[in-house]
């Protein structure tokens, strides 16, 4: 059974960075898709970023580019989000989701889900 488990998150100030780590474990990921999504109070789940497995292939939310970089290590079944300049419109709970195939930005498209980790940016 595919787990997955996100930790990193936090306070931090407006401009500051942080980096969430997700621990994948369960399966090989050959041919899947590792995501953050994130939920801020009172809004849906967002698609952030994602990255293929096998390609490394990345793809972001316009609002993160520049500023947000998703990366993985394939040895460790860890996927990371590294986030720089952050602002208070970042405040989420950030969720690791995954998938097989090709990249989707839709929660609706993900099979499986971590337990989420909160990151609150003060202005």
């Known amino acids: 059974q595919v787990q997955l488990v996100e930790s990193g998150g936090g306070l931090v100030q407006a401009g500051d960075s942080l980096t969430l780590t997700c621990i994948a474990s369960?399966?090989?990921?050959?041919?899947?898709?590792l995501a953050w999504f994130r939920q801020a109070p009172g809004k849906e789940r967002e698609f952030v970023a994602a990255i293929t497995w096998s390609s490394g292939t990345t793809s972001y939310l316009d609002s993160v580019k520049g500023r947000f970089t998703i990366s993985r290590d394939n040895a460790k079944n860890t996927v990371y989000l590294e986030m720089n300049s952050l602002k208070p419109d970042d405040t989420a709970v950030y969720y690791c989701?995954?998938?097989?195939?090709?990249?989707?930005?839709?929660?609706?498209?993900?099979?499986?889900w971590g337990q989420g980790t909160q990151v609150t940016v003060s202005s």
């Open positions: 369960g399966r090989t990921f050959s041919g899947y898709v």
């Open positions: 989701a995954a998938r097989q195939s090709y990249v989707r930005r839709s929660q609706d498209d993900y099979n499986y």
